[in-house]
């Protein structure tokens, strides 16, 4: 059902993907979706305000993504270095290592065998861990991080998607109205040449 103070440009009752994107609706039939002339600016003007809505959300998805990219790795040698601390038994004499302090710094270090590591959780905060549950809770971040990768990499998928149907949409009603313009002048001409013959 449609309102009465609905006009057909404005957008209809629209799919989401599974995060909440809303579809871009698709324009099969240009008359039927611009209600009259007086409706192609504010299509054209919506459309391109979805277009700019599209971008920001792509833009920060794909903020999302670099992100993502980046603490991968470092969840993976964080889990690596937990798993391997776990296999150094209680009998074992001390290891050595070398570790990292920041991007250039380096420093030596014997580490005994342990039970516990500690795991920096953010907000410059660290907390102490029985090795099984750092492993664990690691392996559980880690599993979240790739399927928040793999979802934004799908959303981006989808948003370049809506863009596209959006741009498409745009011309082919601009295009519409250029040739209804054109109509009307060439009938207005034709008119105007009877009248003086």
């Not at 290891?95 to 014997?110: E, G, V, W």
């Not at 040739?179 to 009877?194: A, D, F």
Request: proline share 6%.
């Amino acid at each position: 059902m449609t309102d009465k103070n609905q006009s057909k440009s404005d957008p209809p009752s629209q799919s989401i993907n599974a995060r909440g994107i809303p579809a871009a609706p698709f324009v099969d039939k240009i008359e039927e979706y611009v209600a009259s002339a007086e409706h192609v600016e504010g299509t054209l003007k919506s459309f391109q305000e979805m277009i700019s809505k599209y971008q920001f959300m792509e833009l920060n998805t794909q903020r999302r993504v670099a992100s993502l990219k980046e603490k991968l790795p470092e969840m993976q040698k964080s889990l690596d270095t937990v798993r391997f601390l776990s296999s150094h038994t209680e009998p074992s004499p001390p290891l050595k290592a070398t570790f990292s302090l920041s991007d250039t710094l380096y420093a030596h270090a014997n580490i005994p065998p342990t039970s516990e590591v500690y795991l920096w959780l953010g907000a410059n905060i660290m907390l102490s861990y029985p090795i099984p549950e750092a492993e664990e809770l690691l392996e559980s971040k880690l599993q979240a991080a790739k399927k928040a990768l793999e979802s934004c990499e799908e959303d981006l998928d989808y948003l370049r998607e809506q863009i596209t149907t959006l741009e498409v949409a745009t011309a082919r009603v601009y295009n519409w109205d250029v040739t209804r313009k054109r109509k009307e002048r060439e009938t207005k001409e034709r008119e105007g040449l009877k009248e003086k013959g």
